[in-house]
């Protein structure tokens, strides 16, 4: 199973604040310590609100608008995909890491299989052809 676990903007984050160097130091190696167990995918932080936008679907239209925005606690300063065996292991890797503060939300990740039969052989092969590319592209 894949999981994200969301690390949640703050007041810091969004004002531009960089971890100091000793949490870089420790979040590089909890990120180590996930990657040599197979567990790390992939894992990234966001840079804040203001520096993005968000796609507003309306029908047809489609609406534009320019961060920052204005709900801290809605926002995501980070995210890891995490491969665990259940949500229980998920978890104990998480309360590893070296937050200061905070929450991290963890989430389980839709795979194929969980969408049943809608899922035909041409949806299949095109799911694989997609992830086959997106890896060579790294």
Do not use: C, H
């Not at 180590?32 to 203001?50: C, F, N, P």
């Not at 995501?76 to 503060?101: C, H, N, R, T």
């Amino acid at each position: 199973m894949r999981f994200m676990v969301i690390v949640k903007a703050d007041q810091r984050t969004e004002a531009g604040i960089l971890p100091s160097q000793e949490l870089l130091e420790q979040m590089g190696k909890y990120n180590e310590e996930l990657a040599k167990a197979g567990v790390l995918l992939a894992g990234e932080g966001l840079r804040a609100s203001s520096k993005g936008a968000r796609v507003r679907f309306e029908g047809a239209r489609r609406k534009v608008i320019d961060g920052p925005f204005a709900e801290t606690k809605e926002l995501i300063a980070g995210f890891w995909i995490l491969k665990a065996e259940s949500l229980a292991e998920a978890i104990a890797w998480v309360e590893k890491a070296p937050m200061q503060g905070g929450e991290l939300e963890i989430r389980p990740l839709f795979e194929l299989e969980d969408f049943g039969v809608a899922v035909t052989p041409q949806i299949r092969e095109r799911d694989e052809r997609l992830r086959r590319q997106a890896e060579q592209s790294r």
